[in-house]
């Protein structure tokens, strides 16, 4: 089965979200149960930081729960929308410091959350190649299937965004 937005040949996740390294969590607003139903992923009090890179009315989190909202394509990024990504990973980074729980979510938690998520890896030592792995792992063979984010993470968020600011 697949689902019915914009990539028909990407599958739903079988989970609304993953923890992809010790508080770090990745997901989306939808996922499919084992029964192959397609359910809505709705965030209430589980985490302590969420950020939503797609922002779908009715799906959390609840009043209370701080919530960054930066809406980005899954495509090509300007600058101000990478420098906006090096701003979320910076604040889960210091969430995670901090102890907190944090979501980082998009539409089906593969492409833009994973581009968030691989950055704050990297930011805690990783090398991309090791994000990048990691995420798969831990969420979906699916996760970062956008190979321009897996270029803007080989090259590094910063450079890409200078690249991208000269392209404009």
Same mark, same amino acid.
């Given at each position: 089965? /697949? ?23 990745? $997901?989306?607003?939808?996922?499919? /149960?084992?029964?192959?139903? @397609? ?20 799906? %959390? ?13 899954? %495509? ?12 979320? #990973? ?6 995670? $410091?901090? %102890? ?8 089906? %938690?593969?492409?833009?959350?994973? @581009? ?6 990297? /930011? ?12 798969? #792992? ?5 996760? @970062? ?8 993470? /080989? ?14």
């Amino acid at each position: 089965m /697949r689902t019915s937005g914009k990539r028909p040949d990407v599958p739903a996740p079988d989970s609304p979200w993953n923890e992809i390294a010790p508080g770090l969590w990745m $997901g989306g607003h939808e996922f499919r /149960r084992g029964s192959g139903r @397609l359910e809505s992923a709705v965030v209430r009090k589980e985490f302590d930081l969420v950020q939503t890179l797609l922002r779908l009315p009715g799906h %959390g989190p609840d009043p209370g729960v701080e919530h960054h909202v930066w809406p980005i394509p899954d %495509g090509p990024l300007d600058g101000t929308q990478l420098a906006g990504v090096m701003r979320l #990973a910076e604040a889960a980074d210091a969430a995670l $410091g901090a %102890g907190r729980k944090v979501l980082v979510r998009c539409y089906h %938690g593969y492409n833009r959350s994973g @581009l968030v998520v691989a950055q704050v890896l990297i /930011r805690q030592g990783r090398s991309a190649e090791e994000a990048i792995r990691l995420v798969r #792992a831990r969420r979906s063979p699916w996760a @970062l299937h956008n190979e321009r984010f897996v270029e803007y993470l /080989r090259a590094g968020l910063s450079t890409a965004r200078l690249l991208e600011e000269l392209a404009e």
